[in-house]
C-alpha cells in the first residue's frame, strides 16, 4: 500500500481495519465516500494473534491515521492503540466489543471451523454469514452474494489464524482507560453477535477518562455488517467522527 502521498503531505489517513473473513469488499461505499480512505487489505498477513495483526498493520500506514477498525478489526484498531498511540488521531470502534472469551465460544468457532474441514469452506461460509446480517437485508441476494464471495477470498486458512487469535485477544481495559484521542463507536441495531449494549459497555469504560462524551451510533436495521447493508447511515456516523476534533480535552 502507497502511503507516500500523506507522507509527503503531512495529511492524515483514513485507515479501515476489517474483520473476520472480510477485506475491501465490505467497505466499498465508504471507499467511495471517503477519497482519503484505505483498507488494510491481505487478511493481516495471515496472521494469527491480535498483536502480530498490529503489526502488520503498523507497517503499512502513514505516521498519523484516522483509525477505524470494524468487528475483530476493531480490536486490531486497540492493539494499535496499545503499540503506538500517538499515531492514531481519532479511533472509531464498530460492530465489536470488549469483553474477554466466553464460556463456549471456543466450541462455537471449532464448530465452524470443523464445517470448513469436513464440508468445504463455502459450507463454513453459509453457516456463518447469514446471522452477520440483519434481518432487513438476510434475504438481499445480491449483497449476500457480494459478502460470501469476499469471504470465500479468505479461505480456510485464513479463518483458523484469525479465530486462533480472537480465543487469545488480550485484555483493552487498560488500552481504553489511556486513549487521549477522540472515539466514536457504531452498531447495527440488529447485531446479534455484537449488540448495542456491548458498545454502551465501551462507552462506559471509556467514559471516566474523558470530559466530553463517547458517541454512540446505532444504526437502523442494520445487523453486524453494518457498513455494507446500511452504508448511508454508517456514512454519516462516519463522517461525523471524522470531522470531530482533536482537541478534545481529557477528563483525567
Same mark, same amino acid.
Request: proline share 8%; glycine share 8%; net charge negative.
Given at each position: ?7 509527503? =503531505? +503531512?495529511?492524515? &489517513? ?12 465490505? *467497505? @466499498? /461505499?465508504?471507499? $467511495? ?69 466466553? =464460556? +463456549?465460544?471456543? &466450541? ?12 468445504? *469452506? @463455502? /459450507?463454513?461460509? $453459509? ?126
Amino acid at each position: 500500500m502507497d502511503t507516500k502521498k500523506w507522507e509527503e =503531505e +503531512g495529511a492524515e &489517513a483514513l485507515v479501515i481495519l476489517p474483520g473476520l473473513l472480510c477485506d475491501s469488499g465490505m *467497505f @466499498g /461505499a465508504q471507499l $467511495d465516500a471517503f477519497p482519503e480512505a484505505m483498507v488494510i487489505d491481505g487478511f493481516y498477513g495471515g496472521a494469527s494473534s491480535l498483536e502480530a495483526m498490529a503489526d502488520y498493520v503498523l507497517d503499512r500506514i502513514p505516521p498519523r491515521v484516522s483509525l477505524f477498525g470494524h468487528s475483530m478489526g476493531a480490536r486490531v484498531a486497540l492493539e494499535v492503540c496499545r503499540m503506538a498511540p500517538t499515531r492514531v488521531v481519532r479511533l472509531a470502534l464498530a460492530d465489536t466489543g470488549i469483553h474477554p472469551v466466553r =464460556e +463456549g465460544e471456543p &466450541a462455537k468457532r471449532h464448530a465452524l471451523r470443523d464445517i470448513g474441514r469436513t464440508q468445504g *469452506f @463455502g /459450507a463454513l461460509v $453459509d453457516a456463518w454469514l447469514p446471522p452477520m446480517i440483519g434481518p432487513e437485508r438476510r434475504e438481499d441476494a445480491d449483497l449476500y452474494q457480494a459478502l460470501r464471495t469476499m469471504c470465500l477470498r479468505a479461505g480456510q486458512e485464513i479463518f483458523e489464524a484469525q479465530i486462533e487469535a480472537l480465543l487469545h485477544r488480550p485484555d483493552v481495559e487498560d488500552v481504553l482507560t489511556s486513549l487521549t484521542c477522540p472515539v466514536a463507536l457504531m452498531v447495527g441495531e440488529d447485531d446479534a453477535w455484537a449488540p448495542p449494549s456491548q458498545h454502551q459497555d465501551i462507552a462506559d469504560t471509556i467514559a471516566p477518562h474523558w470530559a466530553d462524551p463517547c458517541p454512540l451510533t446505532v444504526i437502523p436495521k442494520a445487523g453486524h455488517m453494518a457498513p455494507a447493508e446500511a452504508p448511508e447511515a454508517f456514512n454519516a456516523a462516519l463522517r461525523r467522527w471524522h470531522k470531530a476534533s482533536v482537541d478534545a480535552p481529557s477528563a483525567a
